[in-house]
T-cell receptor, first 114, second 114 residues
């Protein structure tokens, strides 16, 4: 069983479209994250939810809207996609927000905006 | 500037030891991590070290931490071709509202030659 699963794995779309990426974890964790990895492999956190509540919201355009319907799911909706949004988006989860918590990552969603 | 820095590339011959280095700037860093990313895959936690330790060994992996110099290294003994991947250094701290947030370096691409 996959611990943290994201769908789709690949997404190619045109500029201006709206798309969603879904993430589910079956680890019973209470905290979930979205990270963005750019073309130079730089990883940076975007959002974090704890028990469905937004706790970290980095400087991300408001075209990006996370939604957590329950503790096991954190979806990322992106409006009006731009070329610069092309990246690999990783979902992750952990139990708690403590510094010694291990974050488990999904396989990533490679988004290409054309 | 970035909080965590790594050299981008390392090439070694199979059977040799690999040493991947990382420096960080935040003196309040409490946990430091090494993640591995294989091509097309998500991030896998390899090991982590608490800031009050200076060494941790786990089978072929040895982590050294020099807290004074804010320098972290990962040594892989008897490197195998299957170790070829990108290795990310990451840190977390108890800085204010950043609890639970991982700060990543840009990753070191390790290439192992047969």
């Amino acid at each position: 069983d996959t611990a943290v699963s994201q769908t789709p794995k690949y997404l190619v779309t045109q500029m201006g479209n709206d798309k969603s990426i879904k993430c589910e974890q079956n680890l019973g964790h209470d905290t979930m994250y979205w990270y963005k990895q750019d073309s130079k492999k730089f990883l940076k956190i975007m959002f974090s939810y704890n028990n469905k509540e937004l706790i970290i919201n980095e400087t991300v355009p408001n075209r990006f809207s996370p939604k957590s319907p329950d503790k096991a799911h954190l979806n990322l909706h992106i409006n009006s996609l731009e070329l610069g949004d092309s990246a690999v988006y990783f979902c992750a989860s952990s139990q708690g927000q403590g510094m010694n918590t291990e974050a488990f990552f999904g396989q990533g969603t490679r988004l290409t905006v054309v | 500037g970035e909080d965590v820095e790594q050299s981008l590339f390392l090439s070694v011959r199979e059977g040799d030891s690999s040493v991947i280095n990382c420096t960080y700037t935040d003196s309040s860093s409490t946990y430091l991590y090494w993640y591995k990313q294989e091509p097309g895959a998500g991030l896998q936690l390899l090991t982590y070290i608490f800031s009050n330790m200076d060494m941790k060994q786990d089978q072929r992996l040895t982590v050294l931490l020099n807290k004074k110099d804010k320098h972290l290294s990962l040594r892989i003994a008897d490197t195998q071709t299957g170790d070829s991947a990108i290795y990310f250094c990451a840190e977390t701290s108890n800085r204010g509202s950043t609890l639970g947030r991982l700060y990543f370096g840009r990753g070191t691409q390790l290439t192992v030659w047969p």
